[in-house]
Antibody
Framework: QVQVEQSGSEVKKPGASVKVSCQAS????????MHWVRQAPGQGLEWMAI????????SSAQKFRGRLTVTRDTSTSTVFMELSSLRSEDTAIYFC??????????????WGQGTIVTVSS | DIQLTQSPSFLSASVGDRVTITCRAS??????LAWYQQKPGKAPKLLIS???TLQSGVPSRFSGSGSGTEFTLTISSLQPEDFATYYC????????FGQGTRLEIK
């Protein structure tokens, strides 16, 4: 079945970087966009970025530009999200989610289980 | 950036009630809008895409409508499992989520 599996929880110090992985299975990895969404404790959902796994092209929300890098490894059907210069406000659950087929617009239909990232000194 | 404003932010209702949640976009997004349900400790679940397309397996008591800047999610007869937080999301230009509507049992 279609699923996306994320890496485990992380604890980081302020100023450090974190890299979260998201491995897809059950479908053709390069045919669907992948999104990153985060949720701070007790807060709503915040869209972060999208990657086209076929070409590797990415777009991100303006607030993250300059410290967010999204990449992919087609050999393992894995997408990576790296956030640098971490601060306490980055403490959140980070989700990856499959988007629409490439070159179409569509919603996020398959979600990972979430990765808890805690930023604390 | 396109902003999405959901109303109400909090809704108290009873089993069997009909409820409607509104999502307004700061500029036109045609029908590139989705609705999600999230329960505590879980990932969001896609309910509706393209403003009104019900996802497979989602009960027919859920429906979506709208286009342009105003959209609604309606639950025709609330069931106990529907008490959760609901989010809209636009996918017209990059993407953004509404702030969420928390639906609680009266």
């Amino acid at each position: 079945q279609v699923q996306v599996e994320q890496s485990g929880s992380e604890v980081k110090k302020p100023g450090a970087s974190v890299k979260v992985s998201c491995q897809a299975s059950g479908y053709t990895f390069t045919n669907y966009y992948m999104h990153w969404v985060r949720q701070a404790p007790g807060q709503g959902l915040e869209w972060m970025a999208i990657i086209n796994p076929s070409r590797g092209a990415t777009s991100s929300a303006q607030k993250f530009r300059g410290r967010l890098t999204v990449t992919r490894d087609t050999s393992t059907s894995t997408v990576f999200m790296e956030l640098s210069s971490l601060r306490s406000e980055d403490t959140a659950i980070y989700f990856c989610a499959r988007g629409s087929a490439v070159a179409t617009y569509g919603a996020l239909d398959v979600w990972g289980q979430g990765t808890i990232v805690t930023v604390s000194s | 950036d396109i902003q999405l404003t959901q109303s109400p932010s909090f809704l108290s209702a009873s089993v069997g009630d009909r409820v409607t949640i509104t999502c307004r976009a700061s500029q036109g997004i045609t029908n590139y809008l989705a609705w999600y349900q999230q329960k505590p400790g879980k990932a969001p679940k896609l309910l509706i895409s393209a403003a009104s397309t019900l996802q497979s397996g989602v009960p027919s008591r859920f429906s979506g409508s709208g286009s342009g800047t105003e959209f609604t999610l309606t639950i025709s007869s609330l069931q106990p499992e529907d008490f959760a937080t609901y989010y809209c999301q636009q996918l017209n230009a990059y993407s953004t989520f509404g702030q969420g509507t928390r639906l609680e049992i009266k």
